[in-house]
């Protein structure tokens, strides 16, 4: 007979509760329906089977970790919020030991995602100190997957040394920290960079790059010899990669000793015309 009372949500939260307990989200129909003291057959009233169940599950326990997430950092930033995000993680993984690998397993079904983009709201919203939005997808994986690798491990026993496990995660978050800072400037930089640069910002004259590639030359020695220019004058840098003016005013000895520094094979039997291509195409 089915006992008075027993609704949806009161099979999901039993559910979850076995599930944490045994350290497992494989909950099984018969089990439940002792623990509620009703006939196996009574729980297909609320649930339609294990997989509707183990989604339910999902739903509820997806849920709760996006609240517990969002109200960590409640009036908080910075590292602050990061630490407060963490910590309030790990302790959702710990006590929830069975059912916290549903956060974390993608399922098409409208509620969970719904969820989820609650928990991803929160994380965003943590990290907003560091400029980091819903949209920046490497920054929210490079945490997400930094603690949960952390709080895996740790569930599954794999830090076997004496030392401290909670010491290591503060060092953790700490290195997270810092990674999420040097990225920030990073972007900074990246986005106060001139825009229009030909080559990109690692051109420092655009102009003369424009003209060698417009000549044929490569982007590597056209970016090498615009950097050249940049860094004394156009006027010192010859344009096919020469210094102090044309290689036709230099001497062949001049032209063979610069021929040894670039390491021009075959160069001693060149001639003045030789050299002056040999040079201007290295």
């Known amino acids: 007979m089915a006992r008075a009372g027993l609704t949806p949500e009161k099979v999901v939260q039993r559910a979850v509760e076995i599930a944490d307990a045994t350290g497992s989200a494989e909950v099984n129909l018969a089990v439940l329906a002792r623990s509620l003291n009703v006939a196996t057959p009574s729980l297909y009233k609320h649930v339609s089977g294990s997989d509707d169940l183990t989604t339910r599950m999902a739903v509820a326990v997806t849920t709760d970790f996006a609240t517990e997430l969002g109200e960590s950092t409640r009036g908080l930033a ?8 963490a910590a309030a993680y790990r302790g959702f993984a710990r006590r929830h030991p069975g059912t916290y690998p549903l956060t974390q397993q993608h399922r098409a079904d409208p509620s969970w995602e719904k969820a989820a983009h609650s928990a991803l709201v929160a994380v965003a919203s943590a990290l907003k100190g560091y400029g980091v939005g819903t949209r920046d997808v490497d920054k929210l994986r490079f945490l997400r997957s930094t603690l949960h690798g952390f709080v895996d491990l740790e569930h599954r026993g794999g830090f076997g040394l004496a030392d401290p496990v909670g010491h290591s995660f503060d060092r953790t978050v700490a290195a997270v920290d810092a990674a999420l800072i040097i990225w920030a400037d990073m972007n900074k930089k990246r986005d106060n960079a001139p825009e229009d640069t030909p080559g990109g910002p690692s051109v420092r004259d655009g102009e003369v790059y424009e003209a060698l590639r417009d000549e044929g030359a490569s ?9 050249a220019a940049a860094a004394s004058s156009r006027s010192s840098v010859g344009r096919k990669g020469g210094r102090s003016g044309s290689y036709e005013d230099w001497t062949v000895e001049r032209l063979r000793k610069r021929a ?5 094979d075959g160069r001693s039997k060149m001639n003045k015309d030789e050299l002056i291509t040999a040079l201007r195409d290295h």
Do not use: F, H, S, V
């Open 78 to 85: 910075g590292g602050e919020a990061l630490r407060a995000l």
């Open 260 to 264: 040894a520094e670039l390491d021009i």
């Open 219 to 227: 982007k590597e020695k056209a970016a090498r010899i615009a950097n």
